[in-house]
């Protein structure tokens, strides 16, 4: 498996290409760098990627990249999001979410960065699409001496979609116990082999504001998160919000 870097000359490459290089080391993938550039535009002299082989493209940025990712050894995409002067994930990273093909990680300047991945935030809703997320976390992060923790944020609000397994409706305090509930919550969604660690984590609260908070407090390194690939109607509000705020890189995994 690959991990493409798309670097952009930029100052914030070396945030971007140092997080996406430990990921791939924690998952045992590969790493390469892709620079698009426009027609006639200069060749890639990015200084943070010269330990990695680089491919150097000319066209639409987005373009080249899903192009890419359609080829069978890259099957995961490393992008840079803007600063915290000017957020937003930018026109090329919009048009990736948009059509999802693989998954993204996506690395804002100064982010907490990824170095030896001890620790991961999956938030789970409890719908079997979002669990998405959590089977790309256990196939290719799960590994002894790494805890993945398993975030739900139980609202007022339930997934209607068939098979989900969300928090029970009678329970609006952080403190209420329910290990039976834990337990089947983490047989439901986590099938990881390996031996690393697994917590359920359960909070009350708004989703952004208590994912931002756990991982935090967590002190987690990744965030790994389902994507249905639509902003459409209010879709996607938890992912936008999150590119803004999140305090480490987020991973975002096409949902089926």
């Known amino acids: 498996m690959t991990l493409l870097i798309a670097v952009a000359d ?12 430990n990921l791939a080391k924690a998952a ?18 990015s200084a943070y990627a010269e330990d990695l082989e680089i491919v150097d493209l000319e066209g639409d940025a987005s373009a080249e ?37 693989a998954p993204l ?10 170095t030896t991945l001890r ?19 256990d196939d290719a992060l799960c590994a002894r001496g790494r805890e993945i923790v398993m975030l739900h944020v139980a609202t007022k609000s339930t997934p209607g979609e068939r098979g989900s397994f969300p928090a029970p409706r009678i ?11 834990q337990e089947e919550f983490c047989m439901r969604f986590s099938q ?21 908070k ?11 998160l389902s994507w249905k690939g639509s902003f459409a109607e209010g879709h996607g509000a938890v992912v936008k919000a999150l590119l803004d705020t999140a305090p480490c890189p987020l991973l975002i995994v096409p949902a089926g």
């Open 10 to 21: 930029s100052s914030a490459d070396g945030e971007l290409v140092a997080s996406a290089v």
């Open 28 to 45: 045992g993938w590969d790493a390469r760098a892709v620079h698009v550039r426009e027609p006639g535009g200069p060749e890639s002299g």
């Open 105 to 114: 990680l996506l690395v804002r300047p100064g982010m907490r960065p990824l």
């Open 192 to 212: 990881c082999p390996e031996g690393g660690r697994h917590r359920v984590c359960v909070r009350v609260g708004e989703p952004v504001s208590t994912i931002v």
């Open 65 to 101: 990249l899903a192009r890419l990712v359609g080829k069978a050894d890259v099957d995961a995409i490393a992008l840079g999001l803007r600063t915290t002067q000017a957020p937003g994930m930018g026109h090329v990273t919009e048009a990736l979410l948009e059509r999802p093909t």
């Open 119 to 137: 620790r991961l935030v999956v938030p789970l809703e409890g719908s079997p699409s979002a669990s998405t997320a959590m089977r790309h976390a």
């Open 171 to 181: 329970v609006d305090q952080e403190h209420y116990e329910w290990t039976d509930w």
């Open 214 to 224: 756990e991982a935090l407090e967590d002190g987690a390194e990744l965030i790994v």
